[in-house]
Protein backbone atom coordinates (compact mmCIF):
# COMPACT_ATOMS: atom_id res chain seq x y z
CA UNK A 1 0.00 0.00 0.00
CA UNK A 2 1.35 3.38 -1.01
CA UNK A 3 1.69 6.48 1.61
CA UNK A 4 2.60 9.52 1.64
CA UNK A 5 1.93 11.66 4.51
CA UNK A 6 3.03 15.27 4.72
CA UNK A 7 4.55 17.24 7.99
CA UNK A 8 6.02 20.13 9.31
CA UNK A 9 3.21 22.41 8.40
CA UNK A 10 2.19 25.23 11.04
CA UNK A 11 1.44 28.63 11.90
CA UNK A 12 4.65 31.07 11.22
CA UNK A 13 4.58 35.08 10.71
CA UNK A 14 5.43 36.46 7.57
CA UNK A 15 8.91 36.75 7.03
CA UNK A 16 9.33 32.94 8.71
CA UNK A 17 10.36 29.66 7.27
CA UNK A 18 8.53 26.24 7.65
CA UNK A 19 10.47 22.85 6.41
CA UNK A 20 8.14 20.51 4.62
CA UNK A 21 8.40 16.69 4.87
CA UNK A 22 6.86 14.49 2.74
CA UNK A 23 7.83 10.38 4.28
CA UNK A 24 6.87 7.64 1.48
CA UNK A 25 6.18 3.76 1.84
CA UNK A 26 5.02 1.35 -0.12
CA UNK A 27 6.82 2.59 -4.06
CA UNK A 28 10.17 2.54 -5.09
CA UNK A 29 10.90 6.74 -4.15
CA UNK A 30 13.92 6.96 -6.02
CA UNK A 31 11.72 6.21 -9.38
CA UNK A 32 9.57 8.66 -8.80
CA UNK A 33 9.18 12.71 -9.36
CA UNK A 34 7.61 14.20 -6.20
CA UNK A 35 5.58 17.39 -6.52
CA UNK A 36 3.99 19.79 -3.78
CA UNK A 37 0.95 21.51 -4.66
CA UNK A 38 -1.30 23.84 -2.32
CA UNK A 39 -4.94 24.82 -2.08
CA UNK A 40 -5.90 27.57 -0.34
CA UNK A 41 -9.54 28.09 0.99
CA UNK A 42 -12.11 28.81 -1.80
CA UNK A 43 -9.20 28.45 -4.64
CA UNK A 44 -7.95 25.98 -7.29
CA UNK A 45 -5.57 23.54 -6.12
CA UNK A 46 -2.25 24.73 -7.75
CA UNK A 47 1.58 23.74 -8.58
CA UNK A 48 4.00 24.64 -6.41
CA UNK A 49 7.15 23.02 -7.39
CA UNK A 50 8.40 19.44 -9.05
CA UNK A 51 11.57 17.61 -8.74
CA UNK A 52 12.58 14.60 -11.48
CA UNK A 53 13.79 11.17 -9.80
CA UNK A 54 17.50 12.06 -10.11
CA UNK A 55 16.80 15.48 -8.69
CA UNK A 56 18.74 16.87 -11.32
CA UNK A 57 15.46 18.54 -12.97
CA UNK A 58 13.27 20.96 -10.93
CA UNK A 59 10.13 23.11 -11.35
CA UNK A 60 8.45 26.07 -9.26
CA UNK A 61 5.79 28.22 -9.52
CA UNK A 62 6.37 31.50 -10.41
CA UNK A 63 5.19 32.80 -7.01
CA UNK A 64 7.82 30.88 -5.03
CA UNK A 65 10.74 30.73 -7.30
CA UNK A 66 14.08 32.00 -4.86
CA UNK A 67 12.03 31.57 -1.59
CA UNK A 68 11.31 28.10 -1.76
CA UNK A 69 13.51 24.76 -2.45
CA UNK A 70 12.30 21.60 -3.31
CA UNK A 71 14.74 18.54 -2.86
CA UNK A 72 15.06 14.87 -2.03
CA UNK A 73 16.40 12.41 0.09
CA UNK A 74 16.16 8.88 -1.85
CA UNK A 75 17.55 6.73 0.98
CA UNK A 76 15.31 8.32 3.50
CA UNK A 77 12.32 7.72 0.58
CA UNK A 78 11.26 11.40 1.72
CA UNK A 79 10.87 14.71 -0.46
CA UNK A 80 11.12 18.18 1.41
CA UNK A 81 9.67 21.51 0.82
CA UNK A 82 12.17 24.44 2.23
CA UNK A 83 10.00 27.34 2.58
CA UNK A 84 11.69 30.99 3.21
CA UNK A 85 10.29 34.39 3.23
CA UNK A 86 6.92 33.40 3.86
CA UNK A 87 3.63 35.61 2.88
CA UNK A 88 0.18 35.45 4.14
CA UNK A 89 -0.34 34.22 0.05
CA UNK A 90 1.41 31.29 1.11
CA UNK A 91 -1.17 29.97 3.59
CA UNK A 92 -2.67 26.88 2.19
CA UNK A 93 -2.80 23.14 2.37
CA UNK A 94 0.23 21.91 1.32
CA UNK A 95 0.15 18.37 -0.38
CA UNK A 96 2.98 16.41 -1.22
CA UNK A 97 2.61 13.81 -4.64
CA UNK A 98 4.46 11.49 -6.62
CA UNK A 99 4.64 10.62 -10.15
CA UNK A 100 5.62 7.60 -11.76
CA UNK A 101 7.09 8.48 -15.45
CA UNK A 102 9.79 10.11 -12.78
CA UNK A 103 10.36 13.66 -14.86
CA UNK A 104 8.81 16.32 -12.65
CA UNK A 105 5.52 18.07 -14.12
CA UNK A 106 3.44 20.64 -13.05
CA UNK A 107 0.16 19.40 -14.49
CA UNK A 108 -1.87 17.82 -10.77
CA UNK A 109 -3.26 15.10 -13.15
CA UNK A 110 -0.26 13.42 -14.09
CA UNK A 111 0.60 12.53 -10.25
CA UNK A 112 -0.29 8.88 -9.64
CA UNK A 113 -0.49 8.95 -5.42
CA UNK A 114 -0.91 11.97 -3.29
CA UNK A 115 -0.64 12.41 0.83
CA UNK A 116 -3.19 13.86 3.05
CA UNK A 117 -1.72 17.62 2.96
CA UNK A 118 -0.77 19.58 6.07
CA UNK A 119 -2.18 23.45 6.82
CA UNK A 120 0.33 26.13 6.69
CA UNK A 121 -0.94 29.31 7.81
CA UNK A 122 1.09 32.80 7.60
CA UNK A 123 0.68 35.62 9.81
CA UNK A 124 0.56 39.49 9.07
Known amino acids: QVQLVESGGGLVQAGGSLRLSCATS????????MGWFRQAPGKEREFVAALSWSGGRTLYADSVKGRFTISRNNAKSTAYLQMNSLKPEDTAVYYCAAESLGGGVFEAKRYDYWGQGTQVTVSS
Open 26 to 33: GLAFNKYA
